[in-house]
Each structure stands twice: as C-alpha cells, then as structure tokens.
C-alpha cells in the first residue's frame, strides 16, 4: 500500500497558500461580476477598453496577478491531490515537472495576452 501524504494538514505552508490564493481569487471574481452587473449591462470589455482602464498598469497588474494566482492555486491543488492518492517515486517527479513546465507556458502566454489586451508592444 502506497504511503499516504497530505501536505494540506492544517497549519502546513501548502495549506496556507492554497486559503490565500482562493480567498485573492474570490475577491478578484468578486470584482469581476460586480463589473459585470453594474457596468454597461454585462459589458465589461467594452468598458475597460473604452475608458483606457486597460492601458493603466493596475488592471494590467490585477490581470497578471489573477493570472500566477490562478495557476499556482489550480496546479499546487491537482498536484496534491494526486500525490495524496497515491503517487510516489517517478511518476511523482515526472508530473511535478510536467506540470511546472505547463505552469510555465500558461503564464507566459497570460503575460503575452495580457500585454496584447493592454497595448502594451511587450511580447
């Protein structure tokens, strides 16, 4: 029987990470609806572009943020789950780095996005 680890035990780095950057996310998505329902009727985009919000570093930054947040959360999460069914020794190493690799390649494609997005000519 495969030895069974959890480092989502209350208190532990891991499980604080994971409270914070949901708690960011929920804030995030908090703002991003009221947006939704109270700006222009559902019409965020056109609002944040029409008023130049885009091209301010602080939506840029917010976007970004949400962005790493996001990723890591989602990453650190499936990373644990499955380490917590079960996953030892190779497979553990080879899915750590495959999923850190993608992490990567999301971000810096986010990144990519979020500049285009901000008429920012950083690519």
Known sequence: ???????FTP????????????AF???VLAFHFFLLHFVHHADEVSFLMSAGRMETWS????MVLFLITATFHGVNG???ALINQGLSGTKRTAVKWTLIAAS???IAQGI?????????GIY
């Open 1 to 7: 029987m495969a030895e069974r680890y959890s480092s």
């Open 104 to 106: 990567v390649l999301l």
């Open 112 to 120: 990519r996005t979020a500049n285009a997005w901000a008429g920012i």
């Open 78 to 80: 499936v990373y644990n």
């Open 59 to 62: 939506y840029y930054s917010l």
């Open 11 to 22: 208190g532990g780095t891991s499980w604080l990470l994971q409270r914070i950057t949901a």
């Open 25 to 27: 996310l929920i804030g």
